[in-house]
Structure formats: structure tokens, C-alpha cells
């Protein structure tokens, strides 16, 4: 099975790469930005509280999917028999640790932004 997983990818790549037309020309090697020339360079700095914003994002998403299917089943999970511990313990555990993570998260500062002279709202109204 492993051999499988490795080898159908790796396969059809080289399959692809023997099969395809090669055209070299220099407007394939350029950076394509929506239709319009590129301007600057491509290598520049951002600042690295929209990939934590992203990251956070991402897990609260996450656990929205996981959330709602439980919800709606959970009136059907309390008439099955089980007590309302058994139903409901999982899904406080669940939360508890997302909540111990968005806490860590908020205390590190991942959650406030950096805050600059040219960025705040409050120093552009004083001028």
C-alpha cells in the first residue's frame, strides 16, 4: 500500500514530464501578478501577525465544523440513553482545549496587533 501511495504520484509526475510540450520562452519564467506587470521585487518583509491571525482562523473554523454536526445531533444522542454527562463531556473537553489555546494565544500576543505611528486611526485624525 505504501509502495502505492508513493509510487502512483511519483509515476504520474514522470508520465507528465516525458508526455507534456516543452515551449521555453521568457514570459513563462516571469512573476504573474493578476494580468498586470510586475512591480518591485518579490521578496519583501510582512509582518508575521497575519499568519497567527490566519493560523487562528483556521482552527476556530475547524472547530465551528466540528461543533455544528454535535449540535444537531445531540437531542438525539440524550434520547438514545446515555446521561447528559456522557453526551456532553466530550464537547466541554473539545472546547476546553481550544479555549486554553486561544488563551495562551491572546497572552503571547498572536491576538493585538503592532500598532505604528503610520498605521494607528488615532494619530491620522490629530493631523
Known sequence: MALIGVGLP????????????SVPEDGKRQTYESGEIPTGGTR?????????????FVIFDVETAFIFPWVVTYRDALEGGPSVVAVLAPMLA??????VGLVWAWR???VSWARSETTDWRSTQNQ
Not at 511519483?10 to 510540450?21: A, K
Not at 519583501?44 to 487562528?56: G, H, K, P, S, W
Open 44 to 56: 519583501f518583509r510582512f509582518n508575521v501577525q497575519y499568519y497567527m491571525v490566519a493560523l487562528l
Open 10 to 21: 511519483i509515476g504520474m509526475i514522470t508520465l507528465s514530464s516525458l508526455l507534456r510540450p
Open 94 to 99: 473539545f472546547l476546553g482545549i481550544l479555549i
Open 108 to 110: 503571547n500576543g498572536a
